[in-house]
């Protein structure tokens, strides 16, 4: 089930699959997201709820997977990735594709006030807190202090906003 608040500028050119399996899909008031935004229901039934307030940027990719919760006010730069699954692999009789998928880590939990810079990735299981800032190209799994800055592959804790 897609919910689309009314005030929520989504572009004619993103793309929003809607679920094949009635997953909720809510996405919040003034919430913007741009032209060839992919949101992809795949890997899991996991819902997907995009907070108010929130700018989801060109070329960004969100898998629903174990589910994808964005809290209010979160900037989504250029080509990022939300990866809230994992392919089973361990299995060589079987090819990769045919071995489904691994069990949720938690999905994946951006809280407010938030910042992904251009192309981070973000993988089942992370719970990025409230004010943190991603530097661009970082990969993101586990627990992210609030209000702190975050770099690196995969992404370390460099500092903290205002200090």
Not at 66 to 89: E, K, M, Q, S, Y
Not at 128 to 148: D, H, M, N, Q
């Amino acid at each position: 089930m897609l919910e689309i608040d009314p005030t929520a500028k989504i572009s004619n050119m993103a793309d929003i699959e809607p679920s094949a399996r009635g997953t909720l899909m809510r996405i919040g008031a003034r919430t913007m997201i741009d032209a060839f935004v992919k949101v992809k229901p795949a890997g899991g039934m996991g819902e997907l709820i995009i907070g108010e307030d929130c700018a989801i940027n060109s070329g960004t990719v969100i898998y629903t997977g174990n589910g994808v919760r964005i809290g209010d006010a979160v900037l989504i730069a250029a080509n990022c990735t939300l990866a809230p699954t994992n392919h089973a692999f361990a299995d060589v009789t079987k090819r990769i594709r045919d071995q489904g998928f691994l069990p949720s880590k938690g999905g994946i939990v951006i809280e407010d006030d938030v910042w992904l810079g251009a192309n981070v990735v973000v993988l089942d299981g992370a719970v990025i807190g409230k004010g943190c800032v991603v530097a661009a190209g970082a990969v993101v799994r586990g627990r992210l202090e609030p209000y702190s800055v975050y770099a690196g592959v995969p992404a370390k804790r460099t500092g903290a906003r205002g200090g």
